[in-house]
């Protein structure tokens, strides 16, 4: 078994002839020539014209934009086609090669979407198809005298010389062309109009027939230049173009008008996700090609509307939903629906994300309210063991009656003022005394714990004693704390008044904090063992909620220094 005999067994239906894009302008111009050679010919050499007929479209399918765009013929396209052809030329004649010009002239047009040279040698043969027609073929078809024996001559080898021209040019970077065929049925369509109006016109009005063709074109190129002055907006005016523009995106439905009322359930803070989704499912109904929705989750799966054979599919987050319609979709209708259900899944998630950040902010209101409250009783219960631990060191029991007269009450008053917030699940923070008084009440606290306490307070001051307490007594703790590796470390609080606003700094001459927390201090909690944790962090959020600002001045070895002031000065 020979070569041949084993590939014509292996592929018995298939007769395969490869081209390459190297060769597309070659098969065009051998194609346009062939058709040129085959006008020229007399019509009783009828073989003839038939033979170079039948290589015209052989050289067609080799080019091949309209029956496939790869670089294979196969048998199975190649003989109906044939046949095919064949068959209207047999009936229709010279009018079979008028309409099958006009087919060429649309593909060559719509092939002429590229960019570079190609775009100006699918610009010359749809030239040359124009001219076969209109001035050869046309003629023949309606026995017209239209072109003198030497014109005739001179435009056959001006034709000659141009198919030549995209046989011969040399292409070297040649990209195999996509055809619009849109593009190109429209082109085909215009061509007939102007090519039936202009024989018409000559026959209506008993011109000659190069005349009609030149007040058709001119007429229709006067109707373009009109249209290109309305299809822009002029003086206030929508012009065609916007008109035109409105229609794709409505696609004839009120797209628009549904987007509004679903931004307007998103916007609403009361609505449900649930009551949400069933709203706008509800009107999205309304549409007049929609008859049903169909979502589902990893929860639950709910039907609205009536189910039908034509479907579009949407999957996001876990989210399914089917969209059925009464008229089969296209393309176009197909993205319109999946920008539909995008929206409404986008804003469906939207409502539950702000469910979660609604609870989550809730929970961390409490969270940071409940730190607080525990952090205040902590340091009422430090400040209870530091008056126990000063009473069974005293040796005066009448010093030690007095210190507990003056601290009890006020530690009652500040567990009381705890407990109230507990309940009331409320921090104010505003909890006003004279600055003098408050200022004598904490040295008072902070007794026998060898603090320094320096500076003038003034009695026509008042001070927000809610958060002074909760921030000295945190600042005070951490620097207390250096004494368990430093029991040297010396502690000096200050206050003063600039701009009639309280000023307090705590200076000690323990260890700084270290340069990776400093950027982040106030910011965000931090994990610590012995101070600069969360405390310092609700005490810097608290002071400023209540106009205040927590800063820290100086942070150097043996000069650690916090200020709380107005964030006023």
């Known amino acids: 078994m020979t070569m041949f005999q084993q590939y014509m067994f292996n592929k018995p239906n298939i007769y395969r002839v490869t081209t390459s894009t190297r060769f597309e302008f070659i098969n065009l111009g051998l194609m346009l020539l062939l058709l040129h050679l085959a006008l020229h010919q007399p019509t009783e050499n009828s073989p003839l014209v038939s033979a170079l007929l039948l290589a015209h479209i052989g050289f067609f399918l080799l080019w091949q934009p309209a029956l496939n765009a790869t670089e294979e ?26 309409l099958w010009i006009i087919l060429l002239i649309g593909l060559t047009s719509g092939s002429a979407l590229v960019n570079g040279f190609q775009r100006t040698l699918y610009a010359l043969s749809a030239v040359i198809l124009f001219l076969q027609l209109s001035l050869i073929l046309t003629p023949r078809l309606f026995h017209l005298n239209v072109l003198d024996h030497e014109l005739e001559q001179i435009i056959f080898y001006v034709l000659l010389f141009a198919c030549a021209l995209l046989i011969l040019w040399p292409c070297k970077k ?43 074109a001119l007429s229709i190129g006067v109707f373009f230049i009109i ?28 797209f628009e008008n549904w987007v509004k009322h ?36 990893n929860k639950s799966e709910n039907l609205y509307g009536e189910v039908s054979a034509q479907q579009t599919l949407f999957e996001d987050n876990g989210i399914r939903m089917i969209l059925y319609s009464h008229i089969p979709m296209g393309s176009a209708l197909k993205i319109h629906a999946q920008l539909l259900m995008h929206l409404m899944s986008y804003f469906y998630n939207s409502k539950l994300r702000e469910i979660t950040l609604k609870n989550q902010t809730h929970l961390k209101a409490v969270y940071e309210t409940g730190s607080k409250l525990t952090h205040d009783i902590k340091n009422i219960l430090q400040s209870l063991q530091a008056l126990t631990g000063v009473v069974h060191a005293a040796d005066d029991p009448a010093e030690s009656h007095q210190l507990i007269s003056k601290q009890l009450p006020i530690l009652s008053q ?38 320094q306490f320096v ?11 809610d958060v002074f307490d909760t921030v000295l007594e945190n600042l005070l703790e951490n620097a207390r704390n250096k004494r368990r590796t430093r029991p040297e470390t010396e502690i000096t ?65 043996s000069n650690v220094c916090f200020q709380l002031s107005s964030s006023k000065i």
């Open 73 to 98: 013929i196969h048998l199975k396209t190649l003989i109906p086609v044939l046949l095919l052809n064949i068959a209207l030329y047999l009936l229709l004649g010279d009018w079979f090669i008028a």
């Open 174 to 216: 040649v990209r195999s062309v996509k055809i619009d065929y849109l593009h190109s049925i429209l082109i085909s369509f215009g061509l007939f109009s102007f090519y039936v109006t202009s024989i018409l016109i000559s026959f209506t009005s008993n011109i000659h027939y190069l005349q009609s063709l030149l007040i058709t």
């Open 227 to 254: 249209l290109s002055l309305i299809w822009l907006p002029r003086h206030g005016l929508a012009g065609i173009g916007q008109i035109w523009e409105q229609h794709i995106l409505n696609i004839g439905n009120p």
């Open 262 to 297: 679903t931004s307007l359930l998103g916007q609403n803070k009361k609505i449900t996700p649930d009551l949400y989704l069933e709203n706008s499912i509800k009107q999205l109904l309304t549409l007049s090609w929609v008859s049903g929705v169909k979502w589902s989750d």
């Open 414 to 451: 500040r567990l009381q003022n705890t407990l109230d917030k507990l309940q009331t699940k409320t921090d104010t923070g505003k909890s006003f005394k004279q600055m003098d008084v408050w200022w004598t009440e904490l040295q008072s606290r902070y007794h026998g714990r060898d603090i």
């Open 455 to 465: 500076g003038e307070t003034d009695q026509n001051t008042s001070i927000d004693t």
């Open 493 to 557: 609080t200050t206050i003063k008044l600039e701009k009639g606003q309280p000023v307090i700094t705590v200076y000690d001459d323990g260890d700084p904090v270290p340069v990776s927390k400093t950027n982040v201090l106030f910011k965000q909690i931090l994990p610590s063992k012995d101070g600069y944790g969360i405390g310092l962090y609700q005490s810097a959020q608290l002071a400023e909620r209540n106009g205040y600002q927590l800063q820290l001045i100086h942070n150097e070895p």
